[in-house]
Nanobody, 115 residues
Framework: QVQLVESGGGLVQPGGSLRLSCAAS????????MGWYRQAPGKERELAAT???????NYADSVKGRFAISRDNAKNTVYLRMNSLKPEDTAVYYC?????????WGQGTQVTVSS
């Protein structure tokens, strides 16, 4: 079965940077869209960024200009580089991949931005 494993989360001070990685494995088919969602305590899960197989990107207004999503198709891996982090960015970040119309999710990685 398809498995997505996130890494790179942790504690960082405001203004700092962090890079998340998500590696997909176990799929005999090509991965279509990939992306990152995030969910803060008491709030709904929201889309942060997406990227198509050919590299077209989309960002939420709240992260535009600070976050950058990229992917390596040969490694089936998607990345999220986060700069100028704010306390409001604190959340569990989830990786998603779409394969033949089906969505697959990672278990999430915690990002905490605090002094």
């Amino acid at each position: 079965q398809v498995q997505l494993v996130e890494s790179g989360g942790g504690l960082v001070q405001p203004g700092g940077s962090l890079r998340l990685s998500c590696a997909a494995s176990g799929s005999p088919f090509s991965i279509n869209d990939m992306g990152w969602y995030r969910q803060a305590p008491g709030k709904e899960r929201e889309l942060a960024a997406t990227i198509t197989r050919i590299g077209r990107t989309n960002y939420a207004d709240s992260v535009k200009g600070r976050f950058a999503i990229s992917r390596d198709n040969a490694k089936n891996t998607v990345y999220l580089r986060m700069n100028s982090l704010k306390p409001e960015d604190t959340a569990v970040y989830y990786c998603i991949a779409t394969i033949w119309g089906n969505d697959y999710w990672g278990q999430g990685t915690q990002v905490t931005v605090s002094s």
